[in-house]
């Protein structure tokens, strides 16, 4: 049998914004952690690095704007380890290309910008005061996890994506929600994270991702084959 591209594995056959998106976290890791002399890290570090404390001080707001602007998002880039980043990468290429696949590009970086907020959001919700860095772009993949398992609810049927029947999406989705729960309870060194893992960023990605394709349905027509 031919090979066709909708036959492939969307592993091996990765939209290009996944792919792109993949490409700039591993790029950005290698050039923080082996290129970078030790005061422009610390500087990126100060500049994409989420710091609770930051949004709820006048001061701190003021003090660095572009820190201030960009850290919400730019902190899905910075990941504290190799282990950290390819957990990542690879349900962003599992679950992210099953999401790009039918929504399209654009909407896919809605959905992880979004799920970066949430997260970002959350944790200052949780500890305000925090000054602890919050690093790593899970909150964004799980709202892009949230997106796929939303159509399938949404639509009643599998249209490409991971999960075969309503049944078995809401089996996961009650699944996803305890082992985020139990990861709150593990110290964050067994998955490559000095400190703990920001579970509540997770949830909150997840959440989002879950409810958003019913509150601003995709534009582009559910169907893989487009």
Not at 175 to 189: A, K
């Amino acid at each position: 049998m031919v090979d066709t591209p909708n036959q492939r594995e969307p592993i091996l056959n990765a939209p290009r914004a996944v792919s792109s998106l993949v490409g700039v976290l591993v790029g950005f890791h290698v050039i923080l952690y082996y290129l970078l002399p030790d005061h422009y890290f610390s500087m990126v570090m100060i500049k994409l690095a989420y710091f609770p404390a930051r949004y709820v001080h006048t001061e701190a707001l003021l003090f660095d704007p572009i820190a201030t602007l960009l850290s919400p998002v730019g902190y899905t880039l910075i990941h504290g380890s190799w282990l950290h980043l390819m957990v990542n990468c690879g349900m962003l290429l599992a679950f992210g290309s099953a999401l790009a696949r039918v929504v399209g590009d654009g909407y896919f970086y809605f959905v992880y910008c979004l799920g970066a907020l949430a997260g970002a959001a959350t944790m200052t919700a949780v500890d305000p005061q925090s000054i602890t860095p919050v690093i790593g772009a899970s909150g964004a993949v799980s709202a892009l996890l949230g997106g796929v398992a939303a159509l399938t609810l949404k639509y009643r049927h599998n249209h490409g994506g991971p999960f075969i029947s309503q049944q078995r999406t809401i089996t996961f989705i009650v699944f996803w929600l305890i082992i985020n729960v139990v990861f709150g309870m593990v110290p964050g060194e067994y998955f490559g994270v000095n400190g703990r893992i920001a579970w509540e960023a997770h949830l909150a990605g997840f959440i989002l991702g879950l409810a958003l394709p019913f509150i601003v349905p995709p534009t582009r027509k559910h169907n893989p084959e487009n």
